[in-house]
């Protein structure tokens, strides 16, 4: 017999070396004491400041926190988390930071059979038909100020689009270009009900861009484009001079907050760098809306766009569309607190973080009277999250670490007081964004942190040039403890932002229902499957199954146009079946209950093998049909 290492004998050859095998210190603690001395290493490497890389003490400290989601258990939340120039959006669960799925956005993807069927393909089209996007901004909708696990909106920086994504079923359902924007950056619909999406244009063209002004800087501008949410219709732009870079609501229905680094309107980093303040821009929505019902506005390229620029006279009087407020230079990240009371710009080339009382913004004659607080942080703030408790996390991209500060005490102190600042903590390289769980909701976890770090040196097996990026897990529920690294996970290039959500508040279909798709259900019953044509056009209607198609075989003539519909009747989830036609380039995934088509020229004579790509059964491989196209001639 094989099994010479059998239980019996009690001695097993390969046992796996534990933590408290490797380390003494870790065999002669307690794991109760273990923790309070797991903090203490915390608390201390974080009060050590920056020195760019981890200590042992910060790696000793993932065992702290328990992070560990057994075997067949759940995570409490899921992180989305946006792929940037990979165009998709991944869905980690937090704590474990495994990776449970990709959703296809602006990229076409084979797995899931997206821009392979006609209706993803001719979505895709419809929406300028290039091949990539540049996802950055995640942000779920929500309702009353809580995520209500309905949808999930991002930007698409490369070609000025934004995308809305389906949480019931995990997949991208609509996408809308904005002819007027070239470079959507920041992306956040209106709260606290999801009226609105709102595209950030980032980059200064003419408006329209159509070959006037080409080198007249100054006749170039940005806008904000608003979109419905629920039809993803676009409705409106509001037109302004400087560019805008991220945006959020603030938690009221009325007031948009973006940055703008560029108020120069210059298009050599030294003109964009030149001036001593930019901007926060803090659109009045409402403002803006009547200003479209009572007609003041012009229409380019099909779009209303409202006069928002500060010498317009819609910004005169009363209640102006726009209000423009002074900050440090170039700032970048902006948020608004979990209260609603302030809209807090990260300074990016000044250390500090600027907070403005948004309530200030109706009444103040001057926006910049807005302006409560300016807290000294350290270098490079880009982006600020927050807890449940009051508190403020800062990115420092510079200093790669990530400042806790008091937000409450930014307000009391001085201008540029560094006296808020409550911990500093070293993470990996370079961080950009941040996000702690429901963050930029009414009421966030503050429990879990997320930190994307932009490089990866050091942390991982190496493979080759271009390295995996690196997020960290924080716990940050304990105060006294600090913030506490738990976890360390590669990513594909390149996630940029994320957004946490805790799990029960989604509600993911495991199976499709029929009724939500565009295309009729196809039964096994004989006078629904069949295969019609039409001229040079093929028109097959068939369903699928473990382990056959409708037809065992389709016969068609060299040049046909072929159109094949198809429905996977299994009732049982997990179960998926796809269509697959070599040489055709025909790859089309069917869940259960889901019906998909798929068009192509049959323009070469000869057999081939319909076969069923997803592991369905133990007949998964006997699972085709064939093609049969007839020479021409
Ligand atoms: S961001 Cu998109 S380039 Cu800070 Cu959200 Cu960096
Ligand atoms: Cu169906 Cu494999
Ligand atoms: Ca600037």
């Known amino acids: 017999m094989t099994d010479t290492h059998a239980s019996e004998s009690g001695d097993r050859p390969t046992e796996i070396a534990t933590a408290?095998?490797?380390?003494?210190?870790?065999?002669?603690?307690?794991?109760?004491?273990?923790?309070?001395?797991?903090?203490?290493?915390?608390?201390?490497?974080?009060?050590?400041?920056?020195?760019?890389?981890?200590?042992?003490?910060?790696?000793?400290?993932?065992?702290?926190?328990?992070?560990?989601?057994?075997?067949?258990?759940?995570?409490?939340?899921?992180?989305?988390?946006?792929g940037g120039h990979s165009g998709d959006i991944r869905v980690y669960g937090v704590p474990s930071m495994r990776q449970l799925m990709r959703i296809p956005v602006f990229n076409i993807e084979s797995a899931r059979g997206y821009g392979h069927d006609d209706e993803t393909r001719a979505m895709l089209e419809e929406a300028g038909g290039y091949t990539w996007g540049d996802t950055h901004h995640p942000r779920p909708s929500q309702t009353d100020n809580t995520y209500d696990g309905e949808w999930m909106f991002v930007n698409d920086k490369a070609n000025g689009r934004m995308a809305r994504i389906d949480l019931t079923y995990f997949e991208t359902d609509a996408i809308v270009d904005l002819p007027n924007q070239q470079g959507t950056h920041g992306a956040c619909a209106l709260m606290p009900d999801t009226r609105l999406v709102?595209?950030?244009?980032?980059?200064?063209?003419?408006?329209?861009?159509?070959?006037?002004?080409?080198?007249?800087?100054?006749?170039?501008?940005?806008?904000?484009?608003a979109i419905e949410a629920e039809s993803f219709d676009h409705q409106w732009d509001v037109r302004v001079d400087c560019n805008l870079d991220n945006g959020d609501s603030g938690k009221d229905g009325k007031w948009f907050f973006t940055t703008s680094y560029n108020t120069e309107e210059g298009v050599t980093e030294q003109e964009m760098t030149s001036a001593d303040t930019d901007y926060v821009v803090a659109f009045n929505v409402p403002a803006i809306e009547e200003a479209v019902d009572a007609g003041e506005y012009e229409e380019i390229n099909g779009v209303p766009v409202v006069d928002g620029t500060e010498d317009s006279p819609l910004n005169d009087g009363g209640e102006p569309l726009v209000r423009y407020i002074d900050v440090p230079t170039n700032p970048h990240g902006v948020s608004v607190t979990p209260d609603g009371q302030y809209a807090i710009a990260s300074g990016k080339l000044d250390p500090t973080c600027t907070v403005i009382e948004i309530d200030r913004l109706d009444e103040a004659d001057d926006p910049n009277d807005a302006v409560v607080g300016r807290v000294n942080v350290g270098n490079g703030p880009?982006?600020?999250?927050?807890?449940?408790?009051?508190?403020?996390?800062?990115?420092?991209?510079?200093?790669?670490?990530?400042?806790?500060?008091?937000?409450?005490?930014?307000?009391?102190?001085?201008?540029?007081?560094?006296?808020?600042?409550?911990?500093?903590?070293?993470?990996?390289?370079?961080?950009?964004?941040?996000?702690?769980?429901?963050?930029?909701?009414?009421?966030?976890?503050?429990?879990?942190?997320?930190?994307?770090?932009?490089?990866?040196?050091?942390?991982?097996?190496?493979?080759?040039?271009?390295?995996?990026?690196?997020?960290?897990?924080f716990y940050i529920g304990d105060d006294d403890a600090g913030m506490e690294l738990v976890k360390d996970t590669p990513a594909y290039p390149e996630p940029h932002d994320a957004s946490i959500v805790r799990a029960d508040r989604l509600d993911p279909a495991s199976v499709y229902d029929p009724d939500d798709l565009e295309l009729d259900f196809i039964s096994p019953d004989d006078d629904e499957n069949f295969i019609d044509r039409d001229g040079d056009q093929v028109h097959v209607e068939m369903y699928n199954q473990r382990n056959h198609f409708g037809f065992e075989d389709?016969?068609?003539?060299?040049?046909?146009?072929?159109?094949?519909?198809?429905t996977n009747i299994e009732q049982e989830e997990d179960i998926l079946h796809s269509l697959a036609i070599p040489q055709h380039d025909v790859n089309v995934k069917v869940a259960p209950q889901e019906t998909r088509e798929v068009t192509f020229t049959a323009d070469q004579p000869g057999v081939y093998w319909m076969y069923c790509a997803y592991f369905c059964s133990a007949l998964h491989l006997e699972m085709r049909s064939r093609l049969l196209v007839e020479p021409a001639d």
């Open 20 to 82: 408290d095998d490797r380390d003494p210190l870790f065999a002669r603690i307690p794991r109760r004491d273990f923790m309070k001395a797991g903090a203490a290493a915390g608390t201390m490497s974080a009060l050590a400041g920056c020195t760019g890389l981890l200590s042992d003490d910060d790696r000793q400290s993932a065992a702290d926190v328990d992070t560990e989601v057994p075997p067949g258990e759940h995570d409490d939340y899921y992180a989305f988390l946006s």
């Open 198 to 225: 709102f595209g950030v244009g980032e980059l200064r063209v003419p408006i329209p861009n159509d070959g006037r002004d080409l080198d007249d800087p100054e006749e170039y501008g940005s806008v904000l484009s």
């Open 382 to 473: 880009l982006h600020t999250a927050y807890d449940d408790r009051g508190h403020a996390y800062t990115t420092l991209f510079v200093d790669s670490q990530v400042v806790k500060w008091d937000i409450e005490a930014a307000v009391d102190a001085e201008m540029g007081s560094e006296d808020p600042v409550i911990e500093k903590h070293d993470v990996h390289y370079s961080p950009g964004h941040l996000i702690a769980a429901e963050s930029y909701t009414g009421n966030p976890q503050g429990d879990w942190l997320i930190v994307l770090n932009k490089l990866s040196k050091d942390r991982f097996l190496p493979v080759g040039p271009v390295f995996p990026e690196n997020d960290q897990l």
């Open 554 to 566: 389709i016969t068609v003539q060299e040049g046909d146009e072929v159109t094949i519909r198809t």
